[in-house]
């Protein structure tokens, strides 16, 4: 197969939740691009829409589902998962990127806040790919799962830092196990489960460390943050044939930040 057909994606159909804005839209635009049939999900109706019109402005064919996976799962995976099988039969690829923050110090970190980060960065992102998996992937045997993890999933945060997102870093390095437990366990179906790790990049979700932000490129080998295409490549490449034979891994993209040693 030439190198250009591995990372088509023509006739395929793909989910990415959190999909409205920031690296979610980033990446359902790449998969749009490289021909596939999107469904984006998010809290805010509205903020779907807007995405919606930019997709559609450029001949990418669009779902929208407004739904909140935090608060109403597991039923919230159910009808999402449902409502993209009644529109277009299948689901070849999901992207669990939705996703939620908190900073604060372990000790003053609250059970609330906790099960929050928790809920939708965890329990979702498992909800949602065990119905993609059960409805869709295992019955046709194939399919492409992407969780959106984070280089906070690797590690904890620097001490001398002043960033304090212990349920955060918890719930990324959870993401990143259950990523190898799935791919362990859904292989034989066919069924490649790979995370993206990303470092800093400027959306609303890393708004509490723009004020860090020439601190964190400064210690970044590519001397940059993230930017509006850098989680493109890696998307596709995950998505397509073209990583038929990688399985439970983590990517990072970070410009090479962790993989630093800091004396």
Request: hydrophobic letters at 45%; one cysteine or more; charged letters at 20%.
């Amino acid at each position: 197969m030439q190198a250009t057909k591995l990372f088509d994606l023509s006739d395929k159909v793909a989910l990415v939740t959190g999909g409205s804005r920031g690296i979610g839209f980033q990446m359902a635009e790449a998969l749009g691009e490289m021909g596939a049939k999107l469904a984006i999900s998010a809290r805010k109706q509205s903020e779907l829409d807007a995405a919606s019109e930019a997709l559609k402005a450029k001949n990418i064919e669009v779902m929208t589902v407004a739904n909140d996976l935090a608060t109403e799962s597991p039923s919230a995976a159910e009808s999402l998962v449902g409502a993209v099988l009644r529109r277009y039969g299948k689901i070849d690829v999901l992207v669990n990127n939705a996703g939620t923050a908190w900073g604060a110090t372990a000790v003053a970190h609250t059970a609330e806040a906790w099960r929050k980060v928790m809920a939708l960065n965890v329990d979702a992102c498992f909800l949602v790919a065990r119905e993609v998996a059960q409805r869709s992937m295992i019955p046709n045997k194939s399919g492409k799962i992407i969780n959106i993890a984070s280089i906070a999933g690797l590690g904890g945060p620097r001490p001398d830092g002043g960033i304090f997102t212990v349920a955060y870093n918890t719930s990324k390095g959870a993401l990143i196990t259950l990523t190898q437990a799935l791919a362990t366990e859904w292989g034989k179906h066919n069924i490649n489960v790979n995370a993206l790790c990303p470092g800093y990049f400027p959306t609303k979700l890393s708004a509490g460390l723009a004020d860090r932000a020439g601190e964190i490129v400064k210690v970044t080998p590519l001397g940059r943050a993230g930017g509006e295409y850098d989680i493109k490549g890696p998307i596709v490449f995950f998505a397509s044939e073209a990583s038929r034979h990688v399985s439970g891994q983590a990517l990072a993209v970070d410009g090479g930040g962790s993989v630093v040693i800091l004396n």
